[in-house]
């Protein structure tokens, strides 16, 4: 088994060489600690694991650079971000999306230890990949076979026709991954998901389909799914898809994102005088038993105890 490539970036050229010596025996280790050498590194072999000072996070040109690879290669490149607890924001953690944490001072010690607990997570030891694929159209389960297996990892396929079919094969063999279509006869997508996700809270449930409307993407999230992948672009999105929710994140088709976060906003709500909502003759019996100036009414105390006597008894 080839030795996973490590990327280190932090400008403490010290940090630098004790990961490196800690980590060299287990893994390619390479080192940057400016942003030129960073990006000189980045644009050749891909990385496996990238241990990332949080300052050096902050320049654009890395991080941009970092997305175009994941972009070109469909493959995300999982971050550990180390950092002192001070350092890091919650915009910077959103903007990172790290796999592990490692708090500055480092612990040399159990370096090693910690990294290969996130190569664990992240790739789950090289271990084969358990991919469920389900559609009613074959044409469509052969095209997703075919992409998974040129990726060169080690998948295990299996396929379902419908989603009482998955139910049942997902119970058999407790699949990592299932891709599930959303409109399918005997049972859709949306229900085979919750009923899925039910029993089983690990397993990683990404929506391949067709239907880009926000009711379907929306139910497909509340039954428990971990991603919504259009069709009609699949073969680029979908590697990138699969690898972004083994890390436990969530993934949104790019094409889709913007329009579902303009629905998630609430609008600001225009304030409303209480004049508005009275009738004439309301409005007159208010001003006996308040004062209003503007939006703002004083109302006699007494008035309000009335109210509560010959209020209903809950």
């Not at 708090?103 to 607990?117: S, V």
């Amino acid at each position: 088994m080839r030795k996973r490539r490590i990327l280190i970036i932090d400008t403490d050229n010290a940090a630098c060489l004790l990961i490196e010596t800690r980590l060299a025996s287990q893994f390619h280790v390479f080192t940057a600690n400016d942003e030129q050498r960073a990006l000189r590194l980045l644009q050749g072999d891909i990385p496996d694991l990238l241990l990332l000072d949080v300052h050096m996070a902050e320049m654009d040109s890395l991080a941009i650079l970092v997305r175009e690879r994941e972009q070109r290669e469909g493959t995300r490149i999982p971050i550990v971000a180390m950092t002192t607890e001070a350092d890091l924001n919650e915009t910077l953690y959103l903007k990172l999306n790290p796999v592990g944490l490692l708090t500055k001072p480092l612990n040399y010690q159990d370096l090693d230890k910690e990294i290969n607990e996130v190569m664990v997570k992240s790739w789950g030891a090289d271990k084969p990949v358990s991919i469920l694929v389900v559609d009613d159209v074959r044409l469509i389960r052969n095209a997703v076979t075919k992409l998974l297996e040129n990726t060169g990892s080690r998948i295990i396929l299996n396929e379902a026709k419908n989603g009482q079919e998955a139910v049942e094969i997902s119970d058999r063999i407790n699949p990592d991954i299932i891709l599930m279509d959303v409109e399918m006869p005997t049972m859709n997508g949306i229900e085979a998901a919750k009923t899925i996700r039910q029993k089983n809270k690990d397993v990683k449930i990404i929506m391949l389909t067709a239907h880009d409307t926000s009711d379907r993407i929306f139910d497909s999230f509340a039954a428990g799914a971990d991603g919504y992948v259009l069709k009609n672009r699949f073969a680029e999105t979908l590697p990138i898809a699969i690898h972004t929710v083994r890390l436990g994140s969530v993934w949104l088709d790019p094409s889709i994102a913007r329009e579902i976060l303009s629905l998630s906003i609430i609008p600001e709500q225009k304030p409303v005088k209480i004049t508005e909502l009275l009738s004439a003759e309301e409005v007159k019996t208010l001003s006996t038993v308040a004062e209003c100036k503007g939006d703002l009414c004083l109302v006699d105390p007494s008035f309000v105890a009335r109210l509560h006597k010959l209020a209903p008894v809950a």
